[in-house]
Structure formats: structure tokens, C-alpha cells
Nanobody, 121 residues
Framework: QVQLVESGGGLVQAGGSLRLSCAAS????????MGWFREAPGKQRELVAA???????DYADSVKVRFTVSRDNAKNTVTLQMNSLKPEDTAVYYC???????????????WGRGTQVTVSS
């Protein structure tokens, strides 16, 4: 019913920047929180940054100041600008959205397929 498609991952040297984008499509009535998680080898998936439809943001302590999340509610997109990247930021980054697909039901969580971000030292 809902698809999330990420783009923008890749390989970058430490100190560099990358920009991730995610577009949601399908039967969308409303998107509540939309953002990014990441999963590094051997580690649990963790929240990186998220934004509510009203603009409230939440960041992992490890990325505050360096990363910025933004949304275009009209286009159902979310973007993650990542600056001053570190090798420990290496992970698969997943787009996440809480989407209501009907006017009366609660939102459901949807995930993208993930995009690899690799930061070399």
C-alpha cells in the first residue's frame, strides 16, 4: 500500500557530506513521524533523526549538530543532510514513516529497503 524509496547513499571520506532522500508513495492519507534509522554490522537498528508533521525533530546524540532532517509534507519526502561524517556513521540507512492509509484507522509503520553509507577513514 505504501512504498518508501531511498536515494543518496554512497562512499565518502571522513569529514565529508552526503544527502539522503526518501519519497513515500501509495495510499497515503496522512504521514505522522517520518525519518531515518540506521543499522551497522553487529548492532541494533537505531534512530538517527525524525521529524513530525508539525516540525518537531528528534536526533540521536551521536549525530546532533552534524546531521539535519527536513521534510516536504506536500511531496511526502524526507531528507537527511549529513555533514562531518565519521567512520562510525557507516551503516545501512533506512527511511521510516508512520502512515495513515485511511481516515479512521491508526497509522502503520513503513520501511524503505535501505541505502548503504560508508565513511572511510
Amino acid at each position: 500500500q505504501v512504498q518508501l524509496v531511498e536515494s543518496g547513499g554512497g562512499l565518502v571520506q571522513a569529514g565529508g557530506s552526503l544527502r539522503l532522500s526518501c519519497a513515500a508513495s501509495g495510499r497515503i492519507i496522512r504521514i505522522d513521524t517520518m525519518g531515518w534509522f540506521r543499522e551497522a554490522p553487529g548492532k541494533q537498528r537505531e534512530l538517527v533523526a525524525a521529524m513530525t508533521s508539525g516540525g518537531t525533530t528528534d536526533y540521536a546524540d551521536s549525530v546532533k549538530v552534524r546531521f539535519t532532517v527536513s521534510r516536504d509534507n506536500a511531496k511526502n519526502t524526507v531528507t537527511l543532510q549529513m555533514n562531518s561524517l565519521k567512520p562510525e556513521d557507516t551503516a545501512v540507512y533506512y527511511c521510516n514513516a508512520n502512515v495513515a492509509t485511511s481516515a479512521w484507522g491508526p497509522p502503520s509503520r513503513y520501511w524503505g529497503r535501505g541505502t548503504q553509507v560508508t565513511v572511510s577513514s
